[in-house]
């Protein structure tokens, strides 16, 4: 069974500072991965894809990838209230079935103004 | 975009029910999907499909069943509604293992 770890929170940081989002994955063969912000009822949203080991910048979002470490996160810079959601992590499944992702249970990322 | 449509986006039910849930892309993905989300369990995998009249079970199948007589469609049935059944769900769609999924806006069903 794939499994994605992701720690539930809810994870609070004062508007302005670096949120930083972890998520562990137990499919030693994946070659994707996504985060996903969703806010609180509505559907998730494709934020960041990163296939490489390193880091993978956007604006505000980086995402970091150690793939011997079976390691993803996401820092979020200059943190702000609007990003007050919960981000999942997904990992692509190697092998049969690759066409499906293996979803993290989510963190939920409260801001504070 | 990639637009990924469901046609309700929220439904009240009776237990007993037969139940269609739809959802339309319209970016000629080849692989779509079906999950239900409830707090505390995450996104879990119903149904998926990876071509025309071909469909794969998921990690939850039982009460469900799909139909994808098209390519741009993807429905799920719920074939007799039960309260065990209410929750978001939501459908997904993608064109390749390089991508990400592209959901849906989400159908939040009640079973009463």
């Known amino acids: 069974q794939k499994e994605v770890e992701q720690n539930s929170g809810p994870l609070s940081v004062p508007e302005g500072a670096i949120a930083s989002l972890n998520c562990t994955y137990s499919d030693r063969g994946s070659q994707s991965f996504f985060w996903y912000r969703q806010y609180s009822g509505k559907s998730p949203e494709l934020i960041m894809s990163?296939?490489?080991?390193g880091d993978k910048e956007d604006g505000r979002f980086t995402a970091q990838l150690n793939k011997a470490s079976q390691y993803v996160s996401l820092l979020i810079r200059d943190s702000q209230p609007s990003d007050s959601a919960t981000y999942l992590c997904?990992?692509?499944?190697?092998?049969?079935?690759?066409?499906?992702?293996?979803f993290g249970k989510g963190t939920k990322l409260s801001v504070i103004p | 975009d990639v637009k990924v449509t469901q046609s309700s986006r929220y439904l009240v039910k009776r237990t007993g029910e037969k139940v269609f849930l739809e959802c339309v892309q319209d970016?000629?993905?080849?692989?779509m999907f079906w999950y239900r989300q409830d707090p505390g369990l995450g996104l879990r995998l119903i149904y998926f499909s990876y071509d025309v009249k071909m469909k794969e079970k998921g990690d939850i199948p039982e009460g469900y069943s799909v139909s994808r007589e098209k390519k741009e469609r993807f429905s799920l049935i719920l074939e007799s509604a039960s309260t065990n059944q209410t929750s978001m769900y939501l459908c997904?769609?993608?064109?390749?293992?390089?991508?990400?999924?592209?959901f849906g806006s989400g159908t939040r069903l009640t079973v009463v």
């Open positions: 990163i296939y490489s080991n």
């Open positions: 997904a990992v692509r499944n190697s092998g049969a079935g690759s066409y499906q992702l293996t």
């Open positions: 970016m000629d993905h080849e692989n």
């Open positions: 997904a769609s993608t064109q390749g293992t390089d991508y990400g999924y592209t």
